[in-house]
C-alpha cells in the first residue's frame, strides 16, 4: 500500500508543472473568446448545431453550462445544447498534454467528438423541425450564471490557473490511486478483460462515468485509457456523454423534469451507441 500510495504521489507532481501551464494558457485563452463565443452560438440561427460542436471541443471553463443557460432561455436549440455536451471535453484535454500524449492523437479524439457532435446536432434539429412545423417555443427569462463552475470570471489567469491546478491534481491523486489500488487487488488483467475491448459493455459503463456532473467523470475516464483499462473507442463514449458541469445546470435552470430526463438519455444514447460502433469498426488512436 505505501508503494502505491509513493508511486501515485509521485505520478501526480510530475504532472503539476504540465497542468499549471495548459491552464494559464486555456485561462487567457477563454478571457480572450469566451463573451465571443456566446455571441456566435446566439445569432448562430440553424447553423448552431455546427458552431456548437465547433466551440465545444474549446477548453473555455464552464461552457457547457453557458450553453444549458442559452437552452433554457430557448436562445439555441436542442440540437445546439447536444452538439456543446458531445464535444465538450472537459479535463480531459489538460490531462492528455500533461501526460505528454502524441498531438496527432488528441486532434484525433477532439475531430471524431466534435463529428459526432455536429451530425447529431443538425439530426436533432431536423426532426424537430418537421415534427414542431408550425409551432413556436415558449421563451422563457432565465438568470443567465456561470458561478457554478469555477468562479473564473473574477480571477486574474494566474489565480485561477492554480485553482484549477490544484483542484484537478488532487482529483487524478484520488483517482488514480483507487484505479491503482483496483489494479493491485484485482489484477490489470483480470480489469482490462472485463473492460477492454467490449464493444458493449465497455461503452455502456464509460456512459455511466460520463453522466456524473463534474470534471470527476472526464479525469475518470482518461486515466483509465492511460492506464490501458479501457479502450479508445470506449474512452470516447463516456467523453461524450459528459458534459461537465452542464447536466447540473440543466436540472436547475430548465424546468421541467421530463425533458431534462429524456436530454440525459438522448445524449446517453448518442455517446454509447457511437462509442459501440467504433469499437466494432476497429476504431483506434
Not at 434539429?125 to 409551432?135: A, E, F, R, S
Not at 488532487?170 to 472485463?194: H, K, Q
Not at 462515468?209 to 490501458?228: D, F, H, K, R, W
Request: hydrophobic share 50%; charged share 15%; aromatic share 6%.
Amino acid at each position: 500500500m505505501l508503494e502505491i500510495i509513493q508511486e501515485t504521489i509521485i505520478d501526480v507532481i510530475k504532472l503539476i508543472p504540465f497542468l499549471f501551464i495548459t491552464y494559464l494558457i486555456m485561462e487567457y485563452i477563454e478571457h480572450k473568446t469566451s463573451e465571443k463565443a456566446k455571441k456566435k452560438i446566439k445569432k448562430a440561427g440553424k447553423w448552431g448545431a455546427v458552431w456548437g460542436s465547433f466551440l465545444g471541443i474549446f477548453p473555455q471553463c464552464g461552457f457547457s453550462a453557458s450553453a444549458t443557460n442559452l437552452y433554457a432561455a430557448r436562445v439555441i436549440t436542442l440540437g445546439s445544447l447536444i452538439s456543446v455536451y458531445l464535444s465538450t471535453s472537459d479535463e480531459m484535454l489538460p490531462i492528455l498534454i500533461s501526460e505528454q500524449v502524441p498531438i496527432q492523437t488528441i486532434l484525433k479524439i477532439l475531430l471524431v467528438k466534435l463529428v459526432i457532435g455536429m451530425i447529431a446536432g443538425i439530426l436533432i434539429d431536423l426532426v424537430l423541425k418537421i415534427k414542431n412545423k408550425g409551432k413556436e417555443d415558449e421563451e422563457k427569462i432565465v438568470d443567465l450564471c456561470e458561478e457554478e463552475h469555477c468562479h473564473c470570471d473574477h480571477n486574474g489567469i494566474i489565480k485561477s490557473s492554480l485553482k484549477h491546478t490544484i483542484n484537478i491534481s488532487l482529483f487524478i491523486l484520488i483517482i488514480t490511486f483507487i484505479i491503482n489500488v483496483v489494479i493491485n487487488v484485482i489484477g490489470e488483467e483480470t480489469l482490462s478483460n472485463i473492460l477492454l475491448n467490449k464493444p458493449i459493455l465497455g461503452p455502456l459503463v464509460a456512459g455511466l462515468i460520463g453522466l456524473i456532473p463534474n470534471c470527476a467523470s472526464s479525469v475518470t475516464l482518461t486515466q483509465m485509457y492511460l492506464e490501458n483499462l479501457i479502450s479508445s473507442s470506449t474512452m470516447i463514449a463516456g467523453l461524450l456523454v459528459g458534459a461537465g458541469v452542464g447536466l447540473a445546470v440543466l436540472f436547475k435552470m430548465n424546468k421541467g423534469i421530463k425533458e431534462n430526463i429524456k436530454i440525459v438519455a438522448l445524449l446517453y444514447a448518442i455517446g454509447v451507441i457511437s462509442g459501440m460502433i467504433l469499437e466494432v469498426i476497429g476504431f483506434t488512436l
